[in-house]
């Protein structure tokens, strides 16, 4: 498993994935028809769907382009309504989840929150509880991927100082268990 730490602000990150074709071409062709659709199934803002795009590119560049049936973990999807905010002051909803959902990829949503209404696969999990992740099989996973998660404004609220660096820790080796040798574990750091 390799593990890519990501900006969101910029697409540094690009060289550590060996991107060989046009990124976000590639990827806003992907969303740009399904756009409309998507802002009328969840009633949800275009601004809400390029925050979604912006966390789709790192995937689309560890799939090579092939989002079609990979197991994406998303670790902390944020739920509808949401349970807390993001240092933007934007709320934590699962639009990555659906975007990868529409675009016949195959989302694991993890989150604390209520996700029954949701059409992809989700799951109810405390991520500081040891083994959170053991119903998922070794080597399952293609890309994992984890926004916002270690400075999730309630996890030190929950938890305490140092909180994220605590389930980075409890994480890392399930993730080494669950990710494929070849898939990555995507993450925009502490």
Same mark, same amino acid.
């Given at each position: 498993?390799?593990?890519?730490?990501?900006?969101?602000?910029?697409?540094?990150?690009?060289?550590?994935?060996?991107?060989g074709f046009?990124?976000? /071409?590639?990827?806003?062709?992907?969303? +740009?028809?399904?756009? #409309? $659709?998507l $802002?009328?199934?969840? @009633?949800? +803002?275009? /601004?809400?769907i390029?925050?979604?795009?912006? $966390?789709?590119?790192?995937?689309?560049?560890?799939?090579?382009?092939?989002?079609?049936?990979?197991?994406i973990?998303?670790?902390?999807?944020? #739920?509808?309504? =949401?349970?807390?905010?993001?240092?933007?002051?934007?709320? @934590?909803? =699962?639009?990555?989840?659906?975007?990868?959902?529409?675009? %016949?990829?195959?989302?694991? %949503?993890?989150?604390l929150?209520?996700?029954?209404?949701?059409?992809f696969?989700?799951?109810?999990?405390?991520?500081?509880?040891?083994n959170?992740?053991?119903?998922? =099989?070794?080597?399952?996973?293609?890309?994992?991927?984890?926004?916002?998660?270690? #400075?999730?404004p309630?996890?030190?609220?929950?938890? %305490?100082?140092?909180?994220?660096?605590?389930?980075?820790?409890?994480?890392?080796? $399930?993730?080494?268990?669950?990710?494929?040798?070849?898939?990555?574990?995507?993450?925009n750091?502490?």
């Amino acid at each position: 498993m390799r593990i890519i730490t990501i900006n969101l602000m910029n697409d540094s990150y690009l060289n550590e994935l060996e991107v060989g074709f046009d990124l976000v /071409s590639y990827t806003y062709n992907l969303v +740009k028809p399904i756009i #409309t $659709q998507l $802002q009328k199934k969840y @009633f949800i +803002k275009y /601004s809400s769907i390029i925050e979604a795009y912006g $966390q789709l590119k790192p995937i689309v560049a560890a799939t090579n382009g092939n989002l079609i049936e990979k197991k994406i973990l998303d670790l902390g999807c944020g #739920t509808d309504p =949401p349970l807390d905010i993001n240092y933007f002051g934007l709320p @934590f909803i =699962p639009n990555l989840c659906r975007l990868l959902h529409e675009l %016949g990829a195959h989302p694991i %949503g993890i989150d604390l929150g209520n996700l029954d209404n949701e059409e992809f696969e989700h799951h109810y999990v405390d991520l500081m509880e040891k083994n959170s992740l053991r119903f998922l =099989p070794d080597f399952s996973i293609d890309v994992a991927i984890a926004i916002d998660l270690f #400075t999730s404004p309630s996890l030190e609220e929950r938890f %305490g100082i140092n909180a994220g660096k605590k389930l980075e820790e409890n994480l890392l080796p $399930q993730l080494e268990r669950i990710v494929k040798p070849e898939g990555y574990f995507i993450h925009n750091g502490k």
